[in-house]
């Protein structure tokens, strides 16, 4: 599985945006698709998760304000992020967990600023 961000880009606080994560090859029979990031002098945390029954989990930082979908008929899965802060600036990055292997996307730049 291989795995495209793109979505990410200049922001003011309080706007929004949408990540968009392609896969090279059906996602409906992977288990679990997430969102991380990573800011500068960070450790990557995890911001969301789907599993493919459609159930999705939040991290605190972002409950009521991002959503997680999948559309396996697409191929893809996306994160709308609303009233954006200066704190949700950061690389994010598309991850998948599939048949016992981890999978990354290579990221997309987020910055919140005025």
């Known amino acids: 599985v291989q795995l495209q961000a793109s979505g990410g880009g200049l922001v003011q606080p309080g706007g929004s945006l949408r990540l968009s994560c392609a896969a090279s090859?059906?996602?409906?029979?992977?288990?679990?698709m997430g969102w991380y990031r990573q800011a500068p002098g960070m450790q990557r945390e995890r911001v969301a998760y789907?599993?493919?029954?459609?159930?999705?989990n939040y991290s605190d930082f972002v409950k009521g304000r991002f959503t997680i979908s999948r559309d396996n008929a697409k191929n893809a899965v996306f994160l709308q992020m609303n009233s954006l802060k200066s704190e949700d600036t950061a690389v994010y990055y598309c991850?998948?967990?599939?048949?016992?292997?981890?999978?990354w996307g290579q990221g997309t730049q987020v910055t919140v600023s005025s």
């Open positions: 090859g059906s996602i409906s029979s992977v288990y679990y």
């Open positions: 789907i599993i493919n029954s459609g159930a999705t």
């Open positions: 991850y998948a967990y599939h048949r016992g292997r981890d999978y």
